[in-house]
């Protein structure tokens, strides 16, 4: 079985696995701009060691090429230890100069991949 099949998705605001991106629908080519990520953005994911997002895979799929370009990996590794909780929320900057689809890949402890995708204009 292909990973894609183990792919789930749906609507952020009625699940609290599926990762929220947070940045503009067009940007200007060559200028830096946000790129946010988050989950549990409209029902608050768990962050206990029983319960977690323990990390974010982020993509860009240039329009026109073949394979996407990996942006980020970004790993939550504390959930609980010491009363140490870290919420499942990143931002970058990103400079772009083509249009394309933005990736992100989360992973909850329990319920697995998840996965979500923006379009991005590139002016």
Do not use: R
Request: proline share 5%; charged share 25%.
């Amino acid at each position: 079985m292909s990973l894609g099949k183990l792919l789930q998705t749906g609507d952020w605001k009625g699940e609290k696995h599926v990762p929220v991106i947070h940045s503009p629908e067009k940007v200007k080519a060559g200028e830096a701009f946000e790129l946010g990520v988050s989950i549990g953005d409209e029902i608050k994911h768990p962050n206990t060691i029983e319960h977690h997002i323990s990390w974010f895979k982020v993509f860009f799929h240039p329009e026109g090429a073949k394979f996407p370009v990996e942006i980020g990996t970004y790993n939550f590794t504390a959930h609980g230890e010491g009363d140490i909780l870290n919420d499942p929320e990143v931002k970058t900057c990103v400079k772009l100069s083509k249009s394309g689809t933005i990736h992100v890949v989360s992973y909850c402890n329990i319920h697995g991949l998840w996965e979500s995708e923006k379009e991005i204009t590139v002016e």
